[in-house]
């Protein structure tokens, strides 16, 4: 144990899938982050990655951003690939209609700020020899929040599913539980004040904006850590992903209605606001007709 910014580091608590969502909140609440056993099935991991495997294969690693940062950040042998409905319909229709799924994003969202959607579904794939990823806060996209420290709201969560296993060696993300709630938000934590998130392909990270972490380095000469990150938020921040212009109509009319919601195609309720993302101040899936 070592001393943080936040006070002293902890391990990361595990609990199975069929915990009372209150309770795993609880924990979110505490340490900033919490590993969910069995998020996924092994069948539901299966066929993810085949449906996942043809396009990745065509993603180069590294990054196209033109700032070094951000190159840096998305990692020189880390393939990123975005706009999953299309290749997935075990993500469109499973993953993102999962009924735990939602009862996070209720309980972190729907009280203080209401409506929440799909920032991105990304998949990570960390590759040999990738070095770590510096640490960070995800609310870090929104600086008027991350501004705000401890205090923010908690505007977006994100839920990492392990979709091979994650060891220390092969990159598993490494995290500095407590920092959500550091007096201050300047103070980037050390590497080795860190926590692996280890777990098995189908377990998943559900951890707050507000908390310090990146992807491991991956120390292997033959193996590729793989996740999918489905970072959410409250709807009345913009996406990372345009989902809305980028997912054709076919397919999103096979999906669920809250799924529809969460990806763009419904109007969008923050607390105390009449209505977002409309048509004519009516809503969107009327006008799409869905
Ligand atoms: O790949 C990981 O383990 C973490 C990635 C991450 O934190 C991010 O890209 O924001
Ligand atoms: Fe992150």
């Not at 999918?228 to 409250?234: D, G, H, L, R, T």
Request: hydrophobic share 40%.
């Amino acid at each position: 144990m070592t001393s943080t910014a936040a006070g002293r580091s902890r391990p990361l608590r595990k609990v199975a899938r069929s915990t009372e969502v209150g309770e795993i909140l609880q924990i979110v609440a505490e340490d900033g982050a919490v590993i969910i056993g069995g998020f996924l099935s092994a069948d539901q991991v299966r066929r993810f990655n085949t449906e996942l495997d043809p396009a990745l294969t065509g993603v180069s690693a590294g990054s196209q951003h033109w700032n070094p940062i951000m190159q840096e950040f998305h990692g020189a042998n880390t393939k990123r690939m975005t706009g999953l409905v299309a290749q997935s319909p075990t993500f469109g229709g499973e993953v993102l209609d999962d009924d735990l799924l939602h009862a996070l994003g209720e309980g972190t969202f729907r009280d203080r700020l209401g409506d929440w959607w799909l920032s991105t579904g990304q998949v990570i794939q960390i590759g040999p020899g990738n070095r770590p990823q510096f640490l960070h806060r995800d609310n870090e996209n929104y600086p008027a929040f991350a501004a705000m420290g401890k205090s923010a709201p908690e505007v977006c969560a994100n839920l990492l599913v392990a979709l091979t296993d994650f060891t220390e060696a092969n990159g598993a993300t490494r995290v500095l539980p407590g920092t959500h709630l550091a007096d201050d938000f300047g103070v980037r934590g050390a590497p080795g004040e860190t926590v692996a998130a280890e777990m098995n392909a189908g377990d998943a990270l559900y951890f707050s904006g507000k908390v310090l972490h990146g992807g491991g380095a991956n120390q292997t000469h033959d193996q590729c850590r793989r996740a999918v990150s489905i970072a959410i938020q409250a709807s009345f921040l913009t996406p990372e992903e345009a989902h809305a212009l980028l997912i054709d109509r076919d397919t999103i009319r096979g999906l669920p209605a809250r799924v529809q919601k969460l990806l763009g195609f419904r109007s969008q309720y923050p607390v105390g606001s009449p209505g977002l993302w409309t048509a004519d101040a009516k809503e969107i899936a009327d006008q799409l007709g869905l």
